[in-house]
């Protein structure tokens, strides 16, 4: 039984296929093929629990995984809807700036021709004002130049029955 303390220890495969037991007169002594059996089986429990062990935490292992990829595709559809609501906004931002430029321009362009219409409206009484002054200037100096040839002809003041005495007179004494 020089094989007893390794029976004790892990059996590898090597070891089950080349196990030897000795003979007696009858066969194998059924005592140390029971002993190898058991060990075999103990070993046998024993990996199978291993292995249980093992295929539960590989499956624990499968679930995080799959959570975690869950959670990353739940992001990268964040991520990738995050983009698309910040081009629509950009895209809406752009169109109201644009709106609100051509309001600005349409509001400013109506301004000018307003501006334009009115100054034309100014400019045109501006003229006809210094039309109607020149006018008068003009038939004020012809009354004054009449008047100031009537004044320095004193001859024809006479013969129009004008006396400047008297109307100066005249003209003293009313006030």
């Given at each position: 039984?020089?094989?007893?303390?390794?029976?004790?220890?892990?059996?590898?495969?090597?070891?089950?296929?080349?196990?030897?037991?000795?003979?007696?007169?009858?066969?194998?002594?059924?005592?140390?093929?029971?002993?190898?059996?058991?060990?075999?089986?103990?070993?046998?429990?024993?990996?199978?629990?291993?292995?249980?062990?093992?295929?539960?935490?590989?499956?624990?292992?499968?679930?995080?995984?799959?959570?975690?990829?869950?959670?990353?595709?739940?992001?990268?559809?964040?991520?990738?809807?995050?983009?698309?609501?910040?081009?629509?906004?950009?895209?809406?931002?752009?169109?109201?700036?644009?709106?609100?430029?051509?309001?600005?321009?349409?509001?400013?362009?109506?301004?000018?021709r307003k501006t334009e219409e009115w100054l034309e409206r100014v400019i045109a009484e501006v003229d006809k004002t210094e039309t109607r002054k020149r006018q008068l200037v003009e038939a004020l100096k012809n009354t004054l130049d009449e008047h100031y040839a009537i004044?320095?002809?004193?001859?024809?003041?006479?013969?129009?029955?004008?006396?400047?005495?008297?109307?100066?007179?005249?003209?003293?004494?009313?006030?």
């Open positions: 039984m020089q094989d007893k303390e390794s029976l004790s220890t892990q059996l590898t495969p090597i070891q089950i296929r080349t196990k030897e037991f000795n003979k007696s007169l009858w066969g194998y002594t059924p005592k140390e093929v029971a002993e190898f059996l058991e060990s075999l089986a103990a070993q046998w429990e024993a990996k199978n629990a291993e292995e249980r062990k093992l295929l539960n935490k590989i499956k624990l292992l499968e679930d995080d995984l799959k959570e975690w990829k869950d959670r990353e595709d739940k992001l990268i559809q964040l991520r990738e809807g995050a983009k698309l609501k910040a081009q629509e906004i950009e895209a809406q931002a752009t169109r109201d700036a644009s709106l609100f430029l051509k309001s600005v321009q349409d509001r400013a362009e109506q301004i000018r004044l320095s002809d004193e001859q024809a003041l006479p013969q129009l029955g004008l006396d400047l005495t008297s109307l100066s007179n005249n003209a003293k004494g009313t006030n």
